[in-house]
């Protein structure tokens, strides 16, 4: 199978602008392609997965990729997907973020001399003053077709800033700066970044008389049709202190049934052939297929060893394999009362309830359990020696920590 025939069985491949064209490049290794990210935060997460799962499998079949951050961009904000207005950002605040995208990406790509680059657009678009960019970028564009693209068209009621709208333009001319500049002739991008990469190639088309691509990603979306990689507490994030391996893999693991064979195909390198077999699997193999997914996943992000101990500590949990591997729930001398700690305070510590109030139900409702018992008196209190062995509290199926007095 070409890798191009293996992008679309996969079901990654969204929409193209010329199929012919770009299977040609890509199964042939002569796609220079780039993929955005806008340093909003001073971590990539799950929703950046696919992206860095594609370049990963581009490169391995010889294609270069470039991966653009938006430092310049960075600066106004991209209004797809969104109702309200960004956050602004520092200067020192991208600056920060985009150091810490590389450290991250590199466990994806190879940024070894000419396999592939990380370039800002910082560089060029704070340069521009503001009549070239009308004469150079804006004589090319018209307002009744940017306001016909679907990302404007979320923002219309609430109010679109003039900053806000030239987005479009700024992406466009990424593309071409990099078509010129690194021969960059293939774009990849969210499936809701069609719009403004139509534009990229189009403003090559105008000013340069020449072809390039895009190709968007099937946005990555649960079975109700809401993107993956949010909880209860936020982002899933792929920097460990910010969602700890043991999270990340526990979040894959509980992904829907009919979730993880799409997930599977789109974010793993398992052969096609293996993943197939898996397609008739039901009860207790599709939860083998979920662990195999959290697995595969928490390798790629944070190593072998963590995805081991994080597979290590879910068995652990549920009657086998390594316990010591838990993830780890601290309490201080500060919660005890006269030598001992009710239940309560133990959940809200350990991070497994956000108030005492929630963990008040939580135990009333029989959710609870510590070293494998029932607790169902929130007045259920522990003496400082009850810690000095293994103290596993865990609240409902899932969400467990073993408790250590710090």
Not at 58 to 71: D, E, F, R, V, Y
Not at 107 to 133: P, Q
Not at 209 to 222: R, S, V, Y
Not at 327 to 343: A, K, L, N, W
């Amino acid at each position: 199978m070409k890798l191009y025939d293996e992008l679309v069985a996969r079901g990654l491949i969204a929409q193209v602008t010329n199929e012919e064209e770009i299977s040609k490049l890509i199964n042939e290794g002569k796609a220079t392609f780039y993929i955005g990210f806008d340093p909003t935060a001073d971590s990539l997460h799950v929703g950046h997965f696919m992206a860095l799962c594609l370049m990963k499998r581009l490169q391995m079949g010889g294609n270069k990729p470039i991966a653009l951050i938006g430092g310049g961009t960075g600066m106004i904000g991209d209004p797809t997907g969104r109702t309200d207005m960004r956050q602004m950002l520092t200067k020192e605040d991208i600056q920060h973020n985009c150091d810490c995208f590389k450290e991250q990406m590199s466990r994806f790509i190879d940024f070894s001399e000419g396999k592939a680059m990380m370039v800002n657009n910082a560089d060029w678009l704070l340069d521009l003053n503001y009549v070239d960019m009308l004469r150079e970028v804006g004589a090319h564009f018209t307002v009744n077709r940017m306001l016909a693209a679907e990302c404007y068209k979320q923002r219309w009621d609430k109010g679109l800033s003039f900053l806000e709208f030239n987005y479009m333009i700024m992406q466009a001319y990424d593309f071409y700066k990099l078509f010129q500049d690194y021969g960059c002739n293939l774009e990849f991008g969210g499936d809701d970044q069609w719009s403004n990469m139509l534009a990229g190639t189009e403003l090559i088309r105008r000013k340069l008389g020449k072809d390039a691509h895009a190709m968007t990603i099937t946005l990555l979306l649960n079975s109700e049709g809401k993107k993956m990689g949010k909880t209860q507490k936020g982002a899933v994030w792929l920097d460990p202190a910010k969602t700890p391996p043991y999270e990340f893999f526990q979040y894959w693991r509980n992904v829907a049934d009919d979730d993880v064979l799409k997930c599977i195909k789109m974010l793993t390198f398992l052969p096609m052939e293996e993943i197939e077999k898996m397609e008739n699997w039901e009860g207790s193999e599709l939860n083998k297929a979920k662990e195999i997914l959290a697995f595969e996943l928490t390798k790629l992000v944070h190593g072998e060893e963590e995805a081991q101990k994080a597979l290590d500590a879910a068995k652990g949990v549920f009657g086998s394999g390594d316990a010591s591997q838990m993830p780890i729930g601290e309490i201080t001398d500060e919660v005890f009362r006269d030598g001992r700690v009710d239940i309560v305070s133990i959940l809200v510590s350990a991070g497994l309830v956000p108030s005492r109030g929630e963990g008040r139900r939580a135990v009333e409702q029989g959710g609870v359990t510590v070293n494998d018992e029932k607790v169902t008196d929130p007045k259920t209190d522990y003496g400082k020696e009850a810690f000095d062995t293994d103290f596993v509290v865990k609240k409902g199926k899932k969400h467990f920590r073993k408790i250590v007095l710090v």
